[in-house]
């Protein structure tokens, strides 16, 4: 006996061994996955499964802790083996690893939007979340709250390293102030300048141009100043000088290259005004022009 279906009546919506009812075009199917409004935690987790599975992110974050370890320590070991403090604390020698290793952050920040453009990726995720908003906040928060607590744990183990290292070598005991400033304040600032360049990653939408924009920021200002020697550029000199991200990175370890300027937690507040006025635009941007 033939087993053969009759032939489908055209303009018929459903196959002939399916019911027809209210809700589609095939209501005999319930879907097991519940249909629930997407809110920030779903972006949230979309770019932590993202950023953590991509194999960039590791050995970018991994060269990062080794620099500013390594360098770190060797800078104790430099200084424990040659002679004293003079009277400094040993807070300051960590600067030296985080001025390098801060470019690996830079880095990072960039690819993380940037990178999805480059490959198209934007796409899927635009069409998952056509909210832009909000998949750029969710980018930022994830990426922040990563570049942050990789800096405050790395940071922390070279000052306690250093600290016990050169205890007795005539530097001073740093105060609970210093202690909070070189830990906490500076992994804040190198986690606002990370995602400063995630912002400009996703203006620019140009993974080497983003990185090439980013490192000229923090280098040009303190090397076009080296060179302003004519004294009616002085007061621009010192300007440059005084506000170049390097230097106000070494506010926090009382180590800057004028006695002048920002002081304190001035570089962390001024870093949040910059990356806040980046955040406007790129969610402007974002909204005017196609993925």
Not at 65 to 94: E, F, H, K, Y
Request: proline share 6%; charged share 10%; hydrophobic share 50%.
């Amino acid at each position: 006996m033939s087993t053969h279906q009759p032939p489908m009546p055209q303009g018929s919506p459903v196959a002939p061994d399916r019911q027809a009812a209210p809700g589609g075009p095939y209501p005999g199917y319930s879907s097991p996955i519940p249909v629930v409004r997407t809110h920030l935690g779903h972006a949230l987790a979309s770019e932590w499964t993202k950023i953590k599975s991509v194999r960039s992110t590791m050995w970018t974050l991994g060269v990062f802790v080794l620099l500013v370890v390594g360098i770190g320590l060797m800078a104790g070991v430099a200084v424990r083996g040659s002679g004293d403090l003079g009277g400094t604390s040993p807070l300051t020698l960590g600067f030296f690893g985080l001025l390098i290793g801060m470019m690996c952050i830079i880095t990072l920040g960039v690819l993380t939007t940037a990178s999805e453009y480059g490959t198209g990726m934007i796409r899927t995720t635009m069409t998952a979340c056509p909210s832009r908003a909000r998949v750029l906040t969710a980018k930022a928060i994830v990426f922040f709250v990563i570049a942050f607590v990789v800096t405050l744990a790395t940071v922390s183990f070279v000052a306690m390293v250093q600290t016990s290292m050169l205890e007795g070598n005539g530097g001073r005991s740093p105060s609970g102030g210093e202690w909070l400033k070189a830990t906490v304040g500076i992994s804040l600032y190198i986690a606002l300048l990370g995602l400063l360049s995630l912002l400009v990653g996703s203006i620019i939408r140009h993974s080497a141009g983003a990185i090439t924009i980013m490192i000229g920021a923090v280098l040009a200002p303190l090397v076009i100043a080296l060179f302003m020697n004519a004294s009616s550029l002085e007061k621009v000199q010192k300007a440059l000088l005084e506000y170049s991200i390097p230097s106000q990175m070494g506010v926090f370890y009382d180590n800057t290259l004028s006695s002048s300027g920002p002081t304190g937690w001035d570089p962390l507040w001024i870093m949040l005004g910059v990356t806040a006025a980046a955040f406007a635009g790129a969610c402007a941007l974002l909204q005017s022009r196609d993925v």
